[in-house]
């Protein structure tokens, strides 16, 4: 079946750091990516979407590509701040009849000022 | 204007006893999900339901049962209530399903302690 398999966390980095936090997916067909965050004692918000092969997704600075040929979704930001302290999920979607995500574990991220 | 809420917020209950969440969602969303976080956050999917019909069911015990009395509520009901079952649980909501990917959007979450 389909899966997501996250870099262990938790990350800690000091403000403006450059962060990467590794995403691998295993699918058939052709899935959907998604980056998720989770911000203390909330529910999760949409970061970022690829729909399709070399697809960039980017917002608030983070960004992210797809890439089949490794089967990866690596989420990147060059400068983080305090705020961005957080759970991040990488996430699929098979794009077949029912739209069920499967996510990875998370990554706990702090940044330290 | 709170587009996925659930109540309550907080839910501490015995062994044994029956418990229900609520979900509501204002955004006219066709379809609806109920996901389960366990203590080491990891997420994953229970059910979902499109235009009041059940489309996903994984496996979980009988002893859930969700309830869609129209588009914009999913309701989680749950029996005889076990240790395992403490977690947050997490009510979504998106446009359709299959396609492009509609968003998701998650509500605020239930955390539910069985003691």
């Known amino acids: 079946g389909n899966s997501v398999t996250q870099m262990e966390g938790p990350v800690t980095l000091s403000e403006e750091a450059f962060l990467t936090i590794n995403c691998t997916y295993t699918a058939t067909g052709y899935p959907s990516l998604f980056w998720y965050v989770q911000y203390p004692g909330e529910g999760l918000q949409l970061l970022l979407k690829a729909t399709k092969a070399d697809d960039k997704g980017s917002n608030k600075g983070f960004e992210a590509t797809y890439r089949k040929e490794t089967t990866s979704f690596h989420l990147e930001k060059g400068s983080v701040q305090v705020s961005d302290s957080a759970v991040y999920f990488c996430a699929l979607s098979d794009n077949q009849g029912a739209q069920k995500l499967v996510f990875g574990q998370g990554t706990r991220l702090t940044i330290n000022p | 204007d709170t587009a996925v809420s659930q109540t309550p917020k907080y839910l501490v209950t015995q062994m044994g006893n029956d418990k229900s969440i609520k979900c509501e969602q204002n955004?006219?969303?066709?379809?609806m999900y109920w996901y389960k976080q366990d203590s080491k956050k990891f997420l994953k999917i229970m059910f979902s339901y499109n235009n009041k019909e059940l489309i996903i069911n994984e496996t979980v015990p009988n002893r859930f049962s969700p309830k869609s009395p129209d588009k914009a509520h999913l309701n989680l009901h749950i029996n005889s209530l076990e240790l395992g079952d403490s977690a947050v649980y997490f009510c979504a909501s998106s446009r359709g399903t299959g396609g492009s990917s509609y968003e998701q959007y998650f509500g605020p979450g239930t955390r539910l302690t069985v003691t």
């Open positions: 955004l006219g969303h066709d379809t």
